[in-house]
């Protein structure tokens, strides 16, 4: 098959074009600043010839957007919403366009979608959208607008001959540099990896090998449609999240900081403290009624794996 993903060099772009790659399929690429083979220049925002690598293909998994990991300035937020929505549109266009559409688009979304809460998960059908939470700092809400924009300029999209999936993303756990495992794992090595702000914020997360698997799930089955929580089915409060990740790598204890600790720290990496403080609980509903299996469910067996990898042993999943 023919698999084309806009904005995929980053994190997420990388862990499927090198899975689907090793499959056997053909994979291009959608970025801004090509560098290798089968990447393709565009703009993320105008039709061009790149529209070409649309028309015929089986699939499009669209990823483009501005990172998360920065200080949410106006201007930082304002540059996330245009990024994710321009680009969305164009895809669309081009896919309208397209003498042959292909089967199924795959649009990155997110799991901040939902509201900051502890009481329940939230699933695709009784999950609340976040927004309107009270005792939350006020900008909270920009990141909420915006993945609900992000998903609406899909919706919007005339694709008629094209089923449309939006992936309510929670955070990809892979060993790969840069990655949100990498930045944690570091905070474990140092001593730091305790809890945050007394750390009953849920993590919801996703192991990458579960991640390539929910997408090529996705793109078999006609039935589905809509949003799909991409997540492990286990969320874990952050202080306990950390607790694991430390006794995978054999660190006994990780200092706690608190709030305004967070603040500094996020400060000095220019990144925003909702990353650590907003409680995503959020569970694969579904994935699991559509008959999906994760091979990482649990994040103890997850964290070993992952550990394993980084530290370069082959570890019981290659």
């Known amino acids: 098959m023919k698999i084309v993903i806009p904005g995929g060099t980053g994190q997420v772009g990388t862990i499927l074009n090198r899975a689907l790659t090793l499959a056997g399929h ?32 089986d699939i499009v998994v669209n990823l ?22 321009h680009s969305t549109r164009v895809v669309g266009e081009a896919i309208a366009a397209a003498a042959r559409p292909p089967r199924v688009w795959l649009q990155m979304s997110t799991a901040t979608i939902y509201s900051h809460r502890f009481d329940a998960p939230n699933d695709e059908a009784t999950g609340l959208l ?31 001959d094209t089923r449309k999936v939006a992936l309510r993303s929670a955070m990809v756990m892979s060993p790969d540099r840069g990655g949100v495992f990498d930045v944690l794992l570091r905070l474990v090595r140092l001593g730091l990896g305790g809890p945050v702000a007394g750390g009953a914020q849920y993590v919801s997360w996703i192991h990458d090998r579960d991640l390539v698997r929910a997408v090529e799930f996705l793109a078999d089955r006609d039935d589905l449609a809509g949003p799909v929580n991409l997540a492990a089915p286990e969320p874990l409060p952050q202080r306990t999240f950390m607790r694991v990740l430390r006794a995978a790598w054999g660190v006994p204890v990780g200092l706690p900081a608190t709030r305004w600790m967070a603040e500094l720290g996020a400060f000095a990496l220019r990144s925003d403290t909702e990353l650590l403080l907003k409680s995503r609980r959020v569970v694969p509903g579904r994935l699991l009624e559509a008959g999906f299996t994760f091979d990482h469910a649990r994040w103890p067996e997850a964290a070993d794996d992952l550990v394993r990898r980084v530290r ?4 019981p999943t290659g």
């Open 26 to 57: 053909e994979v291009v690429v959608l970025t801004r600043r090509p560098a290798r083979d089968r990447e393709v220049r565009w703009d993320g925002e105008n039709l061009g010839s790149w529209a070409k690598e649309i028309d015929g293909s």
């Open 64 to 85: 483009a957007g501005r990172s998360v990991s920065c200080r949410y300035t106006a201007a930082n937020l304002r540059a996330m919403m245009d990024s994710r929505v």
């Open 130 to 160: 976040g927004g309107t939470e009270s005792g939350v700092p006020g900008y909270w809400t920009s990141s909420v607008e915006i993945a609900k924009a992000w998903e609406r300029a899909q919706e919007r999209a005339e694709t008629p």
């Open 312 to 315: 370069g042993g082959p570890g």
